[in-house]
Nanobody, 125 residues
Framework: QVQLVESGGGLVQAGGSLRLSCAAS????????MGWFRQAPGKEREFVSA????????DYADSVKGRFTISRDNAKNTVYLQMNSLKPEDTADYYC??????????????????WGQGTQVTISS
């Protein structure tokens, strides 16, 4: 069993930055691919970014490429999402997720086994 807890959300103006954190307990994350997804009101949950278990491979949705950076600190059992140049359309609940099936990296919702409760991000124009 893996418990994931996101933090770092909030309200910022367009153009600002936030760093989300996802802390894990129950298992060490060092062997697992991790991802971030987001869900805006009335929309489907969508892929944002993913990182391989060792951190050497990352992937991003086109909408955030060049603005968001995913990273991980396996010693702290934590994954981060640095979000810069934020836009109103980035407003959503952000969720981290863990893939425990030994995939190198995963980008689809159904490839993830554990999810956090989400943290709200609101970007004002």
């Amino acid at each position: 069993q893996v418990q994931l807890v996101e933090s770092g959300g909030g309200l910022v103006q367009a153009g600002g930055s936030l760093r989300l954190s996802c802390a894990a307990s129950g298992r060490t994350l060092g062997s697992y691919a991790m991802g971030w997804f987001r869900q805006a009101p009335g929309k489907e949950r969508e892929f944002v970014s993913a990182i391989s278990w060792g951190g050497g491979k990352t992937d991003y949705a086109d909408s955030v490429k060049g603005r968001f950076t995913i990273s991980r600190d396996n010693a702290k059992n934590t994954v981060y999402l640095q979000m810069n140049s934020l836009k109103p359309e980035d407003t959503a609940d952000y969720y981290c997720a863990a893939n425990v099936r030994k995939y190198q990296i995963a980008t689809a919702r159904d490839e993830y086994d554990y999810w956090g409760q989400g943290t709200q991000v609101t970007i004002s124009s």
